[in-house]
């Protein structure tokens, strides 16, 4: 994804599994899922590895099952942006639209990576007034891989062609 990527943590919701996604937006919004795993004590110094690496805040559902993080990441250093319901239908709905777009800088890209792939297929959707959310207990299994790289997505830093190629001198 590049050196400046977004950064955002999703817990499932029985906290056995959590995914860290990152997100750049160039050419075209690219997405990847950067990190994911059992438990939930590898977290924070996971994302306080690819925070030191990638830059930026760490994207986290201040209401989530991952909130109980918040504390021990911050006493670890890691900068945090915590969102609220209206940031999180923002997100899924990004993606939504992204995955729909024809090619050009809103088309998600994605690496086919199969623990996104399983969280895609099992995704459900729920009602947060009259916009929807990914909704993690309607699924029938872990969608943290999803809802990281959804996160990210709505974070995601726009690059140019100067970025990826640096500063051009005539």
């Known amino acids: 994804l590049g050196s400046s990527a977004s950064l955002a943590l999703a817990v499932s919701m029985d906290r056995t599994r959590a ?30 590895a690819l925070q030191d690496a990638l830059g930026g805040e760490l994207v986290v559902d201040g ?14 250093g890691v900068r945090l942006k915590v969102v609220d319901a209206a940031f999180i239908c923002d997100a899924a709905e990004l993606l939504l639209d992204a995955t729909e777009a024809e090619p050009g800088p809103e088309r998600l890209e994605h690496f086919g990576q199969p ?18 959310a990914l909704g993690r207990r309607a699924s029938v299994g872990d969608i943290s891989p999803l809802e990281a790289v959804a996160l990210a997505a709505k974070e ?15």
């Open 63 to 76: 209401k989530g099952p991952g909130a109980s993080l918040i504390d021990r990441l911050e006493d670890a």
């Open 19 to 48: 995914s860290i996604g990152g997100a750049v937006q160039g050419d075209r919004l690219s997405v990847k899922v950067l990190r994911h795993g059992v438990g939930l004590n590898w977290i924070v110094a996971e994302a306080k």
């Open 115 to 132: 623990e996104l792939e399983a969280a895609v297929a099992i995704a459900a959707w729920r009602s947060i007034g009259d916009r929807k």
């Open 156 to 170: 995601a830093p726009k690059t140019s062609v100067y970025d990826q190629r640096g500063v051009l001198s005539l």
